[in-house]
């Protein structure tokens, strides 16, 4: 990147730096006579950075009266004189320079300080700074701008204003408040942070609104309050612009956002049908899953002996049985299943914590509770599962599974991570979860071309061009961006069987492939997002009206398939107490169900270990949250997706692999590979603990009935991670755990699926190579699989470690081979006396 010289920075940021003097000294005039001289007021000053600045945030403490707050990625802009990318071989280009911003709380003395450096930079760039501010130096270099932190930037990310205009369209002067997540910067010091919060509080009570929430989590930056504002303030601020309202134009407020929280219709208002199902027996054992959702019916014939609900908040006594839809509905997804397939029940109870209830003007609807901040609603529910709250023990310790089939109605961010993202992050990391989370339903209408109504087949392909290209407002929905959980897309896949489909309706999604409802990536900083996709039930639109002439779109709605299917069929709360009452459904939701379930069989495998004695023991169930996480994934892939895809997408760039992995993730998850080898296949597994800067390496012994065979083979590695975070950064991972690039050469073929930057953002790693080129190796030869660790975010402390899971796999098809699993199993018990006699020796 092409940077101004000192004397150029000189002229464009000294207006600038005095704009901020200006504000200090407004501040100051504004303070209440009877204040003491020595207040020096703060004021949030903004770092606008061309490019980035690795540990900038270090340097700020090296200045009194700066703190660092936050970074956040800035806009790209378009190149200019001063800041440019210029390419080694062509020169200057026209490539955005990406920028990054660093918001630190700054008073006057510090701001005399900056600008003091900054002279002294001016008058000799190559001068000395004292120890631990040197990185001023290269801020100074990069500096696009600095300025305020504004009533504009508080609500740019969040969508304030186009769902304040939106709901101002539908609903008109019906309703008289709105409610709003006021986001404040997290202070170090608690007085500062008690004394920033009292000072919100009075400025949204003298404007008419009051505080519904409060919360504060110090592990991971978190400052809120969940608050109720006159619908003046609506006008307001469409009227007037943002700093028309005080509380945008408080120096103490990092974000608004809308808060709309998550309210699910029933499924049907008609009588449902009935299944002949057994009365439930009741388990034994302890819960190993938890589900937070809704208020299930205990005594449905599919749940009653299965379920231990936990109800603090006593949410059940004004829970009628009518409006128990989606709690009773994943329950019943999580315990059996789809009940089409009549599969086994899981055989421990259901731990259940309703965090959602019913809908206060809606009838039959349900909602998450209305006057509580969902991410401190999660925390204090996870905690009393996991540590227990106000002195008492915790209520289920053997949960190391939670499923989360809900989230928050929000603009999806991609630019940053959502706090109860940086929650679910923190808690799986804290406490060893695995965190099972819905991608998150879009459920409106599709618009498609009118003359793509011509036939299916081309109104397909229209609904699909139209869900890619509406990928930014179809984004993954907290907290499914959360960079530990496995956030879960839906295909369009039950057990409901054939159906005749009615001139009505159109079944316009690819079998198996990705549902239209479902939520799309990528995840926060490009990272893959969902993980996986799994069955969601076959969603039927309604065929649209044919359009008058001239009318060039038309919009493609769902159709209502609950009583008669198709879907996945799931217990429900019947009518006059009936207990044996099912529906149909479709979602992300389901989809989030079935493999919380998945995950609940693979531990039971896991903890059943191995029944051979010359086996190796399998991983400590310290690796278990991690293992299954591993496991999910590595029995997914693509398939015929892509290709199908790249043609009715018209996807032919290098961009192409980037774009699918936003839609696709890491594909379908095949049940069938899940918890089980193959003659042709072997499937290993391991964890471990690894610290900065160390390279672990594993040796998967090759099938010697592979070698020289131009045959089909395939070699798939998976990597589960614990990430620790930082959230305040946006690379937000304090350390990356990686494998290197397979061998490719080695393994006679080439990656597929997933684009290979992607794979290495967020904390887990699958890749595939397979081919049909003959592998050459020798007697005993082996495919290494190197993993390393390196700082990321921050600098991890020495003695810290980072646990992950790892799975790697080979196979073949079986007419080639059925002896890959005994060759490989033979190979590790090799491999295990040769390491028994090394240390015998030394």
Avoid at 47 to 71: C, H, Y
């Amino acid at each position: 990147m092409s940077k101004p010289s000192a004397r150029r920075q000189g002229e464009r940021l000294t207006p600038q730096f005095g704009e901020l003097r200006a504000a200090f000294d407004a501040k100051r005039a504004r303070l209440s006579p009877d204040a003491p001289d020595e207040v020096d007021p703060a004021l949030v000053v903004v770092f606008d950075l061309a490019g980035s600045v690795k540990d900038f945030r270090n340097a700020t403490d090296g200045i009194e009266g700066l703190e660092f707050l936050s970074e956040l990625i800035g806009d790209p802009c378009d190149p200019d004189d001063d800041f440019h990318m210029i390419d080694s071989e062509s020169g200057r280009t026209d490539k955005p320079v990406q920028h990054s911003l660093y918001l630190t709380m700054s008073n006057a003395k510090a701001l005399d300080e900056l600008l003091r450096l900054f002279k002294d930079w001016q008058a000799d760039p190559s001068a000395s700074f004292a120890y631990g501010l040197g990185k001023f130096k290269t801020a100074f270099e990069q500096l696009s701008a600095i300025r305020r932190w504004g009533p504009e930037d508080r609500i740019r990310e969040t969508g304030l204003r186009d769902l304040w205009q939106e709901r101002l369209d539908i609903i008109g002067q019906s309703v008289s408040t709105v409610m709003v997540e006021v986001e404040l910067w997290f202070r170090r010091d608690s007085k500062q942070r008690t004394t920033a919060q009292a000072h919100v509080e009075q400025v949204i009570s003298s404007s008419g609104g009051r505080v519904l929430d409060r919360s504060q989590i110090s592990d991971i930056s978190y400052h809120a309050l969940l608050a109720e504002l006159p619908i003046q303030q609506v006008h307001s601020l469409l009227a007037d612009g943002a700093e028309s309202i005080r509380l945008l134009t408080t120096d103490e407020v990092m974000f608004v956002s809308p808060f709309t929280p998550m309210s699910v219709a029933p499924p049907t208002s008609e009588p449902v049908s009935e299944a002949c199902l057994p009365p439930g027996e009741r388990t034994a054992g302890l819960p190993r899953v938890a589900l937070l959702d809704g208020l299930p019916f205990s005594n449905h014939d599919a749940l009653a002996g299965r379920l231990v609900v936990d109800d603090p908040d006593e949410l059940g006594d004004n829970y009628p049985l009518a409006a128990r839809h989606h709690g009773t509905a994943m329950a019943s997804l999580i315990i059996h299943g789809d009940l089409s397939a009549d599969s086994e029940p899981l055989e421990r109870p259901l731990y259940v914590r309703p965090i959602m209830r019913p809908h206060e003007f809606v009838a039959g609807h349900e909602q998450m509770i209305p006057d509580r901040l969902l991410t401190d609603l999660l925390h204090r529910a996870v905690k009393r599962i996991i540590e227990g709250e106000a002195g008492r023990d915790p209520v289920a310790p053997s949960v190391r599974i939670i499923n989360l089939s809900i989230g928050a109605q929000a603009r999806a961010l991609v630019r940053r991570m959502s706090p109860v993202g940086r929650l679910l992050d923190w808690l799986a990391h804290s406490y060893n979860l695995l965190f099972i989370v819905s991608a998150g339903n879009h459920l409106g209408p599709v618009t498609i071309p009118a003359e793509a109504m011509s036939s299916d087949e081309s109104a397909r392909s229209a609904v699909i061009r139209s869900v890619y290209d509406a990928v930014l407002v179809r984004g993954i929905l907290p907290p499914g961006d959360a960079l530990n959980a496995l956030t879960i897309g839906a295909t369009h896949s039950d057990n409901f069987g054939d159906i005749d489909v009615p001139d009505t309706a159109w079944d316009i999604t690819h079998q198996d492939g990705p549902a239209h409802y479902g939520a799309t990536g990528p995840g926060v900083d490009r990272s893959v997002k969902p993980d996986l996709h799994h069955i969601g039930g076959r969603a039927l639109y309604a065929r649209p009206v044919t359009p008058p002439h001239g009318q060039e779109a038309v919009e493609v709605e769902l159709a209502q398939t609950a009583t008669s299917g198709p879907g996945l069929r799931v217990a429900a709360p019947g009518r006059a107490g009936a207990t044996n009452s099912t529906l149909f459904t479709v979602g992300t939701s389901n989809a989030t169900a079935l493999v919380t379930r998945e995950a609940s069989r693979l531990l039971d495998i896991l903890e059943a270990g191995s029944d051979d004695a010359d086996d190796a023991q399998l991983p400590d169930p310290l690796y278990h949250p991690l293992l299954a996480r591993a496991l999910l994934v590595h029995a997914s892939s693509w398939g015929e997706w892509e290709a199908r895809l790249r043609r009715e997408l018209g996807l032919t760039n290098q961009l192409a692999r980037r774009h699918l992995t936003a839609l696709l993730g890491y594909g379908r998850l095949d049940t069938g590979r899940l918890g089980i080898a193959a003659t042709n296949r072997a499937v290993l597994v391991s964890g471990g603990l690894i610290a900065r800067d160390q390279r672990h390496t594993y040796e998967l012994p090759l099938p010697p009935s592979l070698r020289a065979r131009a045959e089909w083979h395939r070699f798939t590695i998976t990597l589960a991670y614990m990430a620790p975070t930082v959230g305040q950064l946006n690379r937000y991972r304090g350390a990356k755990v990686y494998f290197a690039t397979p061998d490719t050469q080695l393994a006679g073929g080439a990656r597929i699926d997933a684009e290979h930057n992607s794979v290495r953002r967020g904390s887990l790693q699958h890749e595939i190579v397979q081919g049909t080129r003959a592998m050459v190796f020798g007697a005993d030869s082996t495919f290494p699989i190197h993993i390393e660790c390196m700082d990321d975010a921050q600098r991890l402390r020495a003695g810290d470690t980072v646990r992950y899971a790892l799975v790697a796999s080979v196979e073949t098809a079986e007419q080639t081979s059925t002896t890959v699993h005994d060759e490989v199993r033979t190979g590790l018990r090799q491999q295990a006396r040769d390491r028994a006699r090394g240390r015998v020796r030394s």
